[in-house]
């Protein structure tokens, strides 16, 4: 993981961005609904779970996206690149990235349509189609029903409830699902997930094959300074079973 993924404790990353507001600017809502449709009309769909007709949908998108590409994208910037820029604005350029490899749109298309939208920002969008009418529908459903990664058990969880474990420093590969600041740290199993979890695709740390899950309880002094904790604080994280050593 790079600079901006092992964040947990560092100091000296002044100023703090107290934004409350969801939404700061109008068009961060579009870019938050663009990465809804495109997760909502993903062509993994057609083995999720829930089931979805995706091939019914009358879409003229066929590529896989997820959330854990969303994160795979912000993953692989610069961290200069990646302070520098406002949180909506590391999806505008991971979406429009992904656009342009899947050759939706060539880059020269991308580069017109955008200054096009400069010059007239409040222009209206073209009204929607019947195609328009099913897709809505579909991604109404995905918000609904979503894309659950619980699976059957495929077998008996190696740790339980009280047992203490180590946290494995392994490389984390281009995307990984393992905090940094925990890693190599203690912790104690305080619960044991029912059933097993698979991951959107698999990575080469280890996940996407379903699995046990754990919640984990570490003591913050194993972790931060402490000046930075409460003394009567515990830390709580859900790991994948691959993360997971005994110590």
């Keep these: 993981m790079k600079l901006q993924h092992i964040l947990g404790g560092l100091e000296g990353l002044d100023p703090v961005n107290f934004e409350t507001e969801v939404f700061v600017e109008p068009w961060e809502q579009r870019i938050f609904g663009i990465h809804t449709a495109m997760m909502a009309l993903s062509n993994h769909l057609s083995e999720s779970l829930p089931d979805y007709k995706i091939e019914e949908v009358p879409t003229q998108f066929d590529s896989f996206w997820t959330w854990g590409h969303l994160r795979m994208g912000a993953e692989g910037m610069h961290p200069f690149e990646y302070f520098q820029l406002r949180y909506y604005e590391k999806w505008l350029g991971g979406i429009s990235g992904f656009f342009v490899d899947e050759g939706y749109i060539t880059q020269s298309e991308l580069d017109e349509r955008t200054a096009l939208f400069l010059e007239d920002a409040a222009a209206e969008p073209p009204a929607p189609s019947e195609a328009a009418t099913a897709i809505d529908t579909q991604v109404v459903k995905y918000l609904t029903e979503g894309d659950s990664p619980k699976r059957p058990s495929p077998a008996t969880p190696k740790f339980a409830v009280g047992?203490?474990?180590?946290?494995?420093?392994?490389?984390?590969?281009?995307?990984?699902?393992?905090?940094?600041?925990?890693?190599?740290?203690?912790?104690?199993v305080v619960k044991v997930y029912e059933g097993a979890f698979t991951y959107f695709f698999p990575t080469s740390d280890g996940i996407g094959t379903p699995m046990p899950v754990y919640s984990l309880a570490f003591k913050p002094a194993d972790i931060w300074d402490?000046?930075?904790?409460?003394?009567?604080?515990?830390?709580?994280?859900?790991?994948?079973?691959?993360?997971?050593?005994?110590?």
């Design 226 to 247: 402490e000046s930075l904790i409460d003394p009567k604080s515990v830390y709580y994280n859900d790991i994948f079973e691959v993360y997971i050593e005994a110590p």
């Design 163 to 188: 047992d203490q474990v180590r946290i494995k420093n392994i490389p984390s590969g281009e995307h990984t699902r393992l905090p940094g600041h925990i890693r190599g740290k203690m912790a104690e």
